[in-house]
């Protein structure tokens, strides 16, 4: 498991390009990140147009990628995993590792008290009464080995999730963060060992921690 602190987004879609590489070839263990990123929004291959009206002016980069669903945004206080991963030793069942990474969403925010769940026809991790989303999910594979992953909202301004993009092609849905929902503040810092253990536990993996964060 690798904390590798903010990276702009082109940047860790390289570094998963090369990992993956790697892992495939048996070079390198399954490895795991763990990042943020600075104001980006992605496109995924379901993307449609008029999702994406951006204002003039906004400061943040827009990038296509080659990962499953639609658009996303990304930020400063998003905890965001990257799992490298290869399938062959985990099943080979795109489903249930879509169906992990919910349930290890679905322990990390329920340990901080927050009741999280899956809605049918919907993807990513919600919240209930009224449904506001407060994870995403988007995936890609080849040759069984994943790239992408998740992307939690801990402490940041959902407002670019509708204003920047009719995210995830959700029209009238809201998001949510985990700070909004304590009504505190939280950071990402404070969430990814409880996220790092989620998935350990869900993946039957045990993880060594690399941090390869740079001084500012």
């Given at each position: 498991?690798?904390?590798?602190?903010?990276?702009?987004?082109?940047?860790a879609l390289?570094?998963?390009?090369?990992?993956?590489?790697?892992?495939?070839?048996?070079?390198?263990?399954?490895?795991?990140?763990f990042l943020?990123?600075?104001?980006?929004?992605?496109?995924?291959?379901?993307?449609?147009?008029?999702?994406?009206?951006?204002?003039?002016?906004?400061?943040?980069?827009?990038?296509?990628?080659?990962?499953?669903?639609?658009?996303?945004?990304?930020?400063?206080?998003?905890?965001?995993?990257?799992?490298?991963?290869?399938?062959?030793?985990?099943?080979?069942?795109?489903?249930?590792?879509?169906?992990?990474?919910?349930?290890?969403?679905?322990?990390?925010?329920?340990?901080?008290?927050?009741?999280?769940?899956?809605?049918?026809?919907?993807?990513?991790?919600?919240?209930?009464?009224?449904?506001?989303?407060?994870?995403?999910?988007?995936?890609?594979?080849?040759?069984?080995?994943?790239?992408?992953?998740?992307?939690?909202?801990?402490?940041?301004?959902?407002?670019?999730?509708?204003?920047?993009?009719?995210?995830?092609?959700?029209?009238?849905?809201?998001?949510?963060?985990?700070?909004?929902?304590?009504?505190?503040?939280?950071?990402?810092?404070?969430?990814?060992?409880?996220?790092?253990q989620a998935?350990?536990?869900?993946?039957?993996?045990?993880?060594?921690?690399?941090?390869?964060?740079?001084?500012?």
């Open positions: 498991m690798v904390h590798l602190g903010t990276v702009e987004y082109r940047e390289e570094l998963q390009r090369a990992l993956a590489t790697a892992v495939g070839q048996g070079s390198a263990p399954d490895t795991v990140l943020e990123h600075p104001p980006t929004i992605t496109l995924g291959r379901r993307t449609e147009e008029g999702e994406v009206h951006v204002p003039p002016g906004a400061d943040v980069e827009v990038v296509e990628v080659d990962r499953g669903g639609k658009s996303t945004y990304h930020g400063p206080g998003q905890l965001v995993c990257y799992p490298i991963l290869d399938l062959t030793r985990h099943g080979q069942d795109v489903g249930k590792y879509c169906r992990d990474l919910e349930e290890a969403l679905i322990r990390t925010v329920g340990a901080f008290g927050i009741e999280a769940t899956r809605i049918d026809g919907l993807t990513g991790v919600w919240l209930e009464s009224p449904p506001r989303k407060i994870a995403s999910i988007g995936i890609h594979l080849t040759k069984w080995i994943s790239t992408h992953g998740y992307a939690l909202n801990v402490d940041l301004d959902p407002a670019p999730f509708t204003e920047w993009i009719t995210a995830c092609g959700l029209d009238g849905y809201a998001f949510t963060s985990m700070a909004r929902e304590l009504d505190r503040p939280v950071t990402v810092d404070d969430v990814r060992p409880t996220a790092t998935l350990a536990d869900v993946l039957g993996l045990a993880f060594t921690d690399v941090d390869q964060t740079r001084a500012a």
